[in-house]
């Protein structure tokens, strides 16, 4: 599919110069080009003209796209989500209206056990049917990569069965998505009280198997008090990296524990969550190549401490944002939404946030070489706003402002 964008206003770029990530200060810079267009070819972007340059013409083996001064960002990359499960949690969140806490709904048998036992019950189709509408409702607002996590069987079986969804999404919908690996996201109540078995399961049964399928690029753990312990996440992430995973760690949510300089230690990706991380853990971070990925919407829906995303920046760490779309923490898939957040609660720019929302979030799940950002040689993902400027996205929240989306190349049609 060939195509031509033309009369963009602003073409925001985030472009890095082929580097694989912003850090600190650069996350500020997000290079933007006003009346710009854009020429691709076979889903690549080939040539990228501005103001006062010769802009791309049509030929005959050529669409051309419009966009009559729409504003164009590169599509959004959720690097953190749990959009695939059954069931839903409403009731918890009136609960927690009353004054009740995840942690107080978690430990009377809510949270992550009551999706897990929904998600054990329903079966592949509906998992797919349910998964499928989601990725669709997360295009429409402009998202165009999303990582989706397993963690919600938490038996051989029944994470295997997840993954195969996952995997299934991941070759037909339209949206890039990434596997991860997420066996140990609680301890199973077949296993309450004999944590050590079920993460020998996970190390000698679950991640050699999930590797020799090739079902998961990543293993992540959820390192926190009444979860999984500091030595029980390095013992699942060593595993994992031995059968060829890439490590990430939901670290440092509800407790300060350390989990931000064990995920440094272990050479993971990226840490995600940091809400209660510390100061030793933020100079860990800022001398690592691992991305600290923030999740703004499950501070602002369960009422908790905001990630310190200044201090870290200010640190020179290299922030994304990602949603953590799950149906207990965060029940919203909206990029947008979160750099609301972000910028109101956590003082970041409106530029740290898209630079956070778009290139950091591929770095986080490794594809910052192919997408999140509009460059040259990248993968045409780009979205198009009906809004005077960039800021608008950020500034007028709660709508969808998208106007089109082009996925690899090709205008989408919802
Ligand atoms: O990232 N922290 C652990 N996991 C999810 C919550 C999952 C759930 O409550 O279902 C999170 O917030
Ligand atoms: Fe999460």
């Keep these: 599919m060939n195509l031509i964008i033309t009369n963009i206003s602003q073409l925001v770029t985030v472009a890095s110069g082929g580097r694989r990530l912003k850090a600190g200060r650069e996350m500020n810079t997000i290079e933007v080009m006003d009346n710009a267009s854009v020429e691709i070819r076979d889903g690549i972007i080939v040539r990228i003209a501005g103001a006062g340059e010769i802009q791309p013409a049509a030929t005959d083996d050529i669409d051309v796209l419009d966009a009559r001064g729409r504003v164009a960002l590169p599509g959004f990359v959720d690097s953190h989500t749990h959009a695939v499960f059954a069931g839903s949690r409403e009731n918890e ?43 669709n409702d997360m295009m429409k607002h402009g998202t165009t990569t999303a990582e989706i996590k397993s963690g919600y069987g938490l038996t051989p079986e029944a994470e295997v069965k997840m993954l195969d969804v996952i995997c299934e999404l991941r070759r037909d919908h339209f949206m890039t998505v990434v596997p991860t690996f997420l066996g140990a996201h609680a301890v199973p109540p077949e296993f309450s009280g004999r944590s050590e078995q079920y993460v020998s399961l996970i190390c000698e049964h679950m991640i050699p198997h999930i590797a020799e399928r090739k079902l998961a690029e990543f293993c992540d753990v959820f390192c926190e008090e009444k979860y999984f312990t500091r030595e029980e996440t390095e013992t699942i992430l060593q ?39 510390s100061p030793e853990g933020i100079a860990a971070l800022a001398g690592s190549s691992a991305v600290a990925t923030l999740l703004p919407g499950s501070s602002f829906f369960l009422n908790h401490a905001y990630a310190p995303a200044r201090t870290m920046i200010d640190a020179g760490c290299a922030v994304a944002i990602a949603t953590d779309f799950n149906p207990g923490s965060c029940m919203s898939f909206s990029m947008p939404t979160m750099m609301t957040i972000a910028c109101t609660h956590m003082r970041m720019t409106p530029e740290e946030a898209i630079t956070a929302a778009t290139l950091n979030g591929a770095a986080a799940i490794g594809l ?18 009906d809004v005077p400027n960039y800021r608008y996205i950020p500034y007028h929240f709660g709508m969808n402002h998208v106007w089109k989306v082009v996925k690899n190349g090709t205008v989408l049609e919802f």
């Design 93 to 135: 969140f009136a609960l927690r209206s009353e004054g009740r806490s995840y942690q107080e709904i978690a430990a009377a048998g809510g949270g992550i056990l009551s999706t897990m036992a929904a998600t054990r019950a329903a079966t592949k189709k509906e998992l797919l049917r349910s998964g499928n509408r989601r990725l």
């Design 368 to 385: 910052s070489a192919e997408y999140g950002s509009i460059e040259v040689g990248k993968r045409a993902d780009i979205v198009l706003y």
């Design 239 to 277: 595993a994992a990296q031995h059968n060829g995973m890439r490590a990430k760690l939901h670290a440092d949510q509800l407790t300060s524990s350390g989990g931000a300089e064990l995920a440094v230690r272990l050479n993971a990706v990226s840490v995600d969550h940091c809400e209660m991380i």
